[in-house]
């Protein structure tokens, strides 16, 4: 009789204790639930509506006529998507502008980042430079490359013919097709680096001095210490930068609406034109939403396998 008695308080306590355990992580859980749903509610109106309609009006042979029918079409505008000429070249634009921007902007990012992370006079100056393209209009700096890549006296055609005398006579840059998306390729890496020399130098600046110091008395030098420190360290960083320009890649647009239209014959269109030319220009609004939902997911196919291939990465270093 004692044995049990004595037992009785123990298991209370311990009741009471899971009680209290069980309550504290409902409260969190729902103090938690609470900080997310404005957020998510405000993503819901903004993002997965807009993207559910376009979706559901991909479906559709949409007729912008008040009270006309839209008739239910399936996956046609799909289907014509994908035997589009023109649609099929868009994205190997779009692949192509990718190929060469994001390497040119990670590598030239990164070296800027580890010049301005050392002890260079007027880093911050500097700082403010290589950034201020970042901050600057779209609108502004492609009429501005649509000037310097101009078919008669612009700065390129200087450059090339009159200085470096590369070419016997102007180039028309924007007026074919590669020398078109070499031109626009220009203005992403030239208006990109800036932000990828902000996360690179943001990384480096967290790679703790002591790793640095320990691996100088290893005698490694400067390469040996930025190939085995720096580099494995800033590893998330890369990949999130690498991951955010290939979706901006993809997403390219305003340069190219400004600076050739997507000509000449549609040779320099990129998704994001094509969509507005099909949905604006003609009013297809059923195949321009085809266009975009079909951008849409394979943004997010690369990105999940990017995702994977990382993680992959991770699990084996």
Do not use: C
Not at 137 to 142: A, E, G, P, R
Not at 156 to 179: G, K, Y
Request: proline residues 5%.
């Amino acid at each position: 009789m004692t044995t049990t008695t004595s037992e009785r308080p123990v298991a209370t306590r311990t009741g009471a204790r899971r009680t209290t355990s069980a309550g504290r992580r409902r409260r969190v859980a729902v103090a938690a639930y609470a900080f997310v749903l404005p957020g998510f509610a405000l993503y819901a109106l903004i993002v997965l509506y807009p993207a559910v309609q376009t979706f559901l009006l991909s479906l559709r042979d949409w007729n912008i006529v008040p009270g006309q029918p839209s008739p239910w079409i399936g996956l046609a505008n799909y289907v014509q998507a994908f035997g589009d000429p023109v649609f099929l070249r868009s994205l190997v634009n779009s692949a192509v502008y990718t190929v060469v921007t994001v390497p040119l902007q990670i590598v030239i990012g990164l070296g800027l980042a580890v010049l301005l992370d050392s002890k260079l006079p007027g880093r911050v100056f500097f700082r403010v430079v290589f950034y201020l393209p970042v901050v600057t209009s779209w609108v502004v700096v492609s009429l501005l490359f649509q000037y310097i890549f101009a078919s008669g006296d612009g700065l390129a055609n200087a450059v090339v013919v009159h200085i470096l005398h590369l070419a016997p006579h102007n180039v028309a840059w924007l007026q074919s097709r590669w020398t078109g998306m070499a031109a626009i390729s220009a203005l992403g890496v030239w208006k990109g680096i800036g932000w990828s020399m902000l996360i690179f130098l943001a990384a480096l600046t967290g790679v703790p001095r002591e790793l640095h110091e320990a691996a100088a008395l290893d005698g490694a030098g400067a390469w040996g210490r930025f190939r085995h420190v720096s580099l494995p360290a800033i590893r998330p960083a890369t990949m999130v930068v690498i991951v955010l320009l290939i979706i901006g890649g993809f997403q390219v647009f305003i340069s190219v609406l400004l600076m050739t239209q997507g000509g000449p014959s549609d040779s320099t269109q990129v998704p994001l034109t094509y969509m507005y030319d099909q949905a604006f220009s003609y009013y297809k609004f059923g195949y321009g939403s085809a266009i975009s939902f079909t951008l849409t997911v394979l943004v997010l196919v690369l990105s999940a396998a990017q995702y994977a291939w990382n993680r992959s990465r991770n699990k084996e270093s």
